[in-house]
């Protein structure tokens, strides 16, 4: 408990320590809270919790620290938001507050800053994920549940931004290797079951089909890269 304590505490300070970056920006225009110089920012940072808080979630299985830690962020730029934005913060945490558990919690405030996130995105980046120069990276993997791997059955599958999906099957041994090169740059990631596939030796949580719930993002970089999912119940 004094562990898991710990981390969220840091990771709580070190996001703060980002979105004060941001909130230092706007505090000489409190009559226009949110102006369009600063969307980048915000998106950057809010980016920056979502993938700590995923970390926490996902590798540490600290579910009330990537809770507390996406409540706290939420609450922190709340007041430099407009008011569209505002409620947004203050349904979504109401509505966290009545989930029973706090892995639930957590996903409903991930949706939240889904949202902030998208109304913020600068002018100009479209849906492109991948950097200027086009950089491709060579992704794989393995695939882990509950501490153990994942015997085939699913599909590891990347979305971009703009929808764009990339695919590969886990190997029986967990493993799995995408065989073309993926641009540079953000994805989200959902675990799916292959339809009509029976030698599943662990039903995954139904959550991680879905990239808007499974809480799962990666940055693909050029050139060759490790990336080892490690889901929890």
Same mark, same amino acid.
């Given at each position: 408990?004094?562990?898991?304590?710990?981390?969220?505490?840091?990771?709580?300070?070190?996001?703060?320590?980002?979105?004060?970056?941001?909130?230092?920006?706007?505090?000489?225009?409190?009559?226009?809270?949110?102006?369009?110089?600063?969307?980048?920012?915000?998106?950057?940072?809010?980016?920056?919790?979502?993938?700590?808080?995923?970390?926490?979630?996902?590798?540490?299985?600290?579910?009330?620290?990537?809770?507390?830690?996406?409540?706290?962020?939420?609450?922190?730029?709340?007041?430099?938001?407009?008011?569209?934005?505002?409620?947004?913060?203050?349904?979504?945490?109401?509505?966290? !507050?009545?989930?029973?558990?706090?892995?639930?919690?957590?996903?409903?405030?991930?949706?939240?800053? !889904?949202?902030?996130?998208?109304?913020?995105?600068?002018?100009?980046?479209?849906?492109?994920?991948?950097?200027?120069?086009?950089?491709?990276?060579?992704?794989?993997?393995?695939?882990?549940?509950?501490?153990?791997?994942?015997?085939?059955?699913?599909?590891?599958?990347?979305?971009?931004?703009?929808?764009?999906?990339?695919?590969?099957?886990?190997?029986?041994?967990?493993?799995?290797?995408?065989?073309?090169?993926?641009?540079?740059?953000?994805?989200?990631?959902?675990?799916?079951?292959?339809?009509? !596939?029976?030698?599943?030796?662990?039903?995954?949580?139904?959550?991680?089909?879905?990239?808007?719930?499974?809480?799962?993002?990666?940055?693909?970089?050029?050139?060759?890269?490790?990336?080892?999912?490690?889901?929890?119940?």
């Amino acid at each position: 408990m004094i562990q898991a304590t710990r981390r969220w505490l840091a990771g709580t300070l070190a996001i703060g320590a980002m979105l004060f970056v941001f909130a230092g920006s706007n505090s000489a225009q409190d009559k226009n809270p949110y102006e369009k110089h600063d969307a980048s920012a915000l998106n950057s940072s809010l980016r920056d919790v979502i993938n700590a808080g995923a970390k926490m979630f996902n590798e540490q299985g600290d579910h009330a620290g990537c809770y507390r830690l996406y409540q706290g962020s939420l609450l922190s730029v709340r007041t430099f938001l407009s008011p569209e934005l505002q409620k947004k913060i203050d349904l979504g945490i109401a509505r966290a !507050d009545q989930l029973p558990t706090y892995a639930d919690r957590a996903f409903e405030l991930r949706r939240v800053l !889904d949202e902030i996130r998208a109304t913020t995105k600068p002018a100009g980046t479209g849906a492109k994920t991948s950097d200027p120069k086009g950089d491709k990276g060579q992704v794989g993997g393995k695939l882990v549940y509950q501490g153990k791997a994942v015997a085939g059955g699913y599909f590891v599958t990347l979305i971009d931004a703009g929808g764009k999906k990339f695919s590969s099957a886990i190997q029986k041994d967990g493993s799995f290797s995408f065989k073309t090169p993926i641009p540079s740059g953000e994805y989200q990631v959902a675990v799916e079951p292959i339809t009509g !596939d029976t030698s599943k030796t662990a039903i995954l949580p139904a959550r991680y089909r879905a990239a808007g719930t499974s809480g799962l993002t990666i940055r693909v970089q050029a050139g060759k890269q490790t990336v080892d999912l490690n889901l929890v119940n």
